[in-house]
């Protein structure tokens, strides 16, 4: 990799970054009163480039969809190497998978619940899967279906099709990041396993599953053993937390143990690792030639969406803005 060949990308990331939503956007649109106030912060933003076809804020839908393929679209400039865009985008296409699966198992058409990340075409992986005739969508996407497929018939378990699909999501994002040989993305995806292995199993702890249970849904990949999860399913929040001290986000997670004793919720682990990334994101700012800023920008921006999607959805049922601050802090620490 010659860091140089991402020199203009990375101006491109500094200049987006300054036009990122400010904390002052974010609450006024908590505050607005109408639906039209709330539009008229995003028409004044960049949002206002994926408005086409937008007529009120109650498209929401549309204009978030539009604003992620844009953000997509821009990475695909930034980046010379088109897998680091895929660490994003697979998430995505993963997800577009079990809505595939879902659908044909339930008779149900779920189109309307795939997300587009440009660098894939849910429709055309949908109509090869239905025929059985797979030409050129990529292997992991056609092994991943038929896997979950043939799970499903023998269990009839639709949890089967998600526990499949996830397993393959975790092993594909594993591969990329180390083809790459970047710390950061090393890092980025070790810890996001990390994060789904903890949530999965302290939910499963939740459930009264067994540890049967939990190697089948626990993946591969992340920074802790999955026999130190595995011995600490049958402890408190606490306990574990305390246990994964040394851990990359340990110390992170020790300070929310006192939040999760308040409320209860396993939202405090995303807090973690919302927390986590985005010092990985912040830490990127000091190197100056290399794809790192670029992809902590897209990281940031896909974020802002969420949190925005957050804000948008919350005053449309009528959510008090003191609500939605405590939604907003409770999942990404704003």
């Given at each position: 990799?010659?860091?140089?060949?991402?020199?203009?990308?990375?101006?491109?990331?500094?200049?987006?970054?300054?036009?990122?939503?400010?904390?002052?956007?974010?609450d006024k649109m908590m505050k607005a009163n109408t639906d039209d106030e709330i539009f008229k912060v995003l028409l004044d933003s960049d949002y206002s480039k994926s408005s086409v076809g937008v007529e009120s804020i109650r498209d929401y839908e549309l204009l978030f969809?539009?604003?992620?393929?844009?953000?997509?679209?821009?990475?695909?400039?930034?980046?010379?190497?088109?897998?680091?865009?895929?660490?994003?985008?697979?998430?995505?296409?993963?997800?577009?998978?079990?809505?595939?699966?879902?659908?044909?198992?339930?008779?149900?058409?779920?189109?309307?619940?795939?997300?587009?990340?440009?660098?894939?075409?849910?429709?055309?992986?949908?109509?090869?899967?239905?025929?059985?005739?797979?030409?050129?969508?990529?292997?992991?996407?056609?092994?991943?279906?038929?896997?979950a497929e043939q799970k499903y018939a023998e269990t009839n378990d639709p949890q089967i099709i998600d526990i499949v699909i996830d397993r393959a999501f975790y092993k594909h994002l594993k591969s990329i990041a180390n083809s790459l040989k970047v710390d950061l993305f090393?890092?980025?995806?070790?810890?996001?396993?990390?994060?789904?292995?903890?949530?999965?199993?302290?939910?499963?702890?939740?459930?009264?599953?067994?540890?049967?249970?939990?190697?089948?849904?626990?993946?591969?990949?992340?920074?802790?053993?999955?026999?130190?999860?595995?011995?600490?399913?049958?402890?408190?929040?606490?306990?574990?937390?305390?246990?994964?001290?040394?851990?990359?986000?340990?110390?992170?997670?020790?300070?929310?143990?006192?939040?999760?004793?308040?409320?209860?919720?396993?939202?405090?682990?995303?807090?973690?690792?919302?927390?986590?990334?985005?010092?990985?994101?912040?830490?990127?700012?000091?190197?100056?030639?290399?794809?790192?800023?670029?992809?902590?920008?897209?990281?940031?921006?896909?974020?802002?969406?969420?949190?925005?999607?957050?804000?948008?959805?919350?005053?449309?049922?009528?959510?008090?803005?003191?609500?939605?601050?405590?939604?907003?802090?409770?999942?990404?620490?704003?």
């Amino acid at each position: 990799m010659n860091r140089l060949d991402y020199a203009h990308g990375v101006i491109v990331a500094r200049v987006n970054e300054k036009r990122l939503l400010k904390k002052e956007n974010l609450d006024k649109m908590m505050k607005a009163n109408t639906d039209d106030e709330i539009f008229k912060v995003l028409l004044d933003s960049d949002y206002s480039k994926s408005s086409v076809g937008v007529e009120s804020i109650r498209d929401y839908e549309l204009l978030f969809k539009n604003e992620t393929t844009r953000m997509f679209r821009l990475g695909q400039e930034m980046l010379d190497e088109q897998k680091i865009l895929q660490l994003m985008s697979l998430k995505y296409d993963y997800h577009n998978l079990k809505s595939i699966i879902k659908g044909k198992a339930s008779g149900i058409n779920l189109e309307n619940l795939f997300i587009y990340s440009i660098l894939s075409d849910p429709n055309k992986i949908k109509l090869q899967f239905e025929s059985g005739k797979f030409t050129d969508i990529r292997n992991e996407f056609k092994e991943a279906l038929k896997e979950a497929e043939q799970k499903y018939a023998e269990t009839n378990d639709p949890q089967i099709i998600d526990i499949v699909i996830d397993r393959a999501f975790y092993k594909h994002l594993k591969s990329i990041a180390n083809s790459l040989k970047v710390d950061l993305f090393d890092d980025y995806v070790s810890s996001i396993i990390d994060f789904y292995n903890l949530s999965s199993m302290m939910r499963a702890k939740n459930m009264g599953r067994d540890v049967h249970f939990l190697s089948e849904i626990l993946v591969e990949g992340g920074n802790v053993p999955l026999n130190k999860l595995i011995a600490l399913s049958k402890e408190s929040f606490e306990k574990v937390a305390l246990a994964l001290k040394s851990e990359k986000f340990g110390k992170i997670l020790v300070k929310y143990i006192e939040k999760y004793k308040e409320t209860k919720s396993f939202t405090v682990i995303e807090s973690v690792k919302d927390e986590y990334l985005t010092k990985l994101r912040e830490d990127s700012k000091f190197i100056f030639f290399g794809p790192e800023p670029i992809f902590s920008y897209l990281l940031a921006k896909e974020k802002e969406i969420a949190i925005v999607r957050t804000i948008v959805i919350a005053k449309l049922n009528n959510v008090p803005p003191e609500k939605i601050r405590e939604r907003l802090s409770d999942i990404y620490n704003v």
